[in-house]
């Protein structure tokens, strides 16, 4: 039962370079959501998708551009990434957007 | 935005102690919900809450649903070393923020022999 899987597990990028997080459920659930956690700020929603083809922003999301063209994936983009965006990158799914979520093992950005 | 403040932030107990930690809004909130954050892993639901005053328990842990909306604790009993983590509330806002769910900062638990 593979849940939420995130990939990369770890990353490291230089300023300006792009980069995709991928993430993939197999639970057949419609909503997915990407958060980022910095340390001593809990976690703050980037971006969620209630379907496939419809994505929102959430409480952060300049930066970050997503797409959901299928209900298992939701890839994250970062087009120029910044060292502001060093940090830790959760996906989370669930049947709706007021279920509770399934959370990936996230990934470890380090934007130098 | 939605706001939550968690508190302790940390917590430093002994074994077989029970813990006590909660989370205060400043809007009203549809669900709460309660996760434990081991260290290098995603966030884990332990309980969810979804009606005003609503009491629910796990094995040794219980969480209620404040009567106003605005809040919600988590108790752990006699606590065990796996206990070690972080706790993070989290909740559902109202209609047209219902599907954005907002963290808190988080407890962080150490529990000693």
């Known amino acids: 039962n593979a849940g939420v899987t995130q990939t990369p597990k770890f990353q490291v990028l230089k300023t300006g370079q792009s980069m995709t997080l991928q993430c993939a459920q197999d639970?057949?659930?419609?909503?997915m959501s990407w958060y980022r956690q910095d340390p001593g700020m809990g976690l703050r929603l980037i971006h969620y998708?209630?379907?496939?083809?419809?994505?929102d922003q959430g409480e952060v999301p300049n930066g970050y551009n997503v797409s959901r063209s299928t209900t298992e994936d939701f890839p994250l983009r970062l087009l120029s990434a910044a060292p502001s965006q060093t940090s830790v990158y959760f996906c989370?799914?669930?049947?709706?957007?007021?279920?509770?979520?399934?959370f990936g093992d996230g990934t470890r950005l380090s934007i130098l | 935005g939605q706001q939550l403040n968690q508190s302790p932030q940390s917590m430093f107990i002994q074994e077989g102690e029970d813990v006590s930690m909660n989370c205060t809004s400043s809007?009203?909130?549809?669900?709460w919900l309660w996760y434990k954050q081991d260290p290098g892993e995603g966030p884990v639901l332990l309980i969810a809450?979804?009606?005003?005053?609503e009491l629910t328990s796990n094995g040794r842990l219980t969480a209620q649903f404040g009567i106003t909306r605005k809040d919600s604790f988590l108790n752990i009993s006699a606590s065990i070393p796996s206990d070690v983590g972080i706790y993070f509330c989290?909740?559902?806002?109202?209609?047209?923020?219902?599907?954005?769910?907002?963290f808190g900062t988080g407890t962080r638990l150490q529990v000693t022999l």
């Open positions: 989370a799914s669930s049947y709706a957007g007021t279920q509770p979520q399934h």
């Open positions: 809450l979804y009606k005003a005053g």
């Open positions: 809007s009203i909130f549809n669900t």
């Open positions: 998708s209630v379907g496939a083809g419809i994505t």
């Open positions: 639970m057949n659930h419609e909503y």
């Open positions: 989290a909740g559902h806002g109202r209609a047209g923020t219902a599907s954005k769910l907002t």
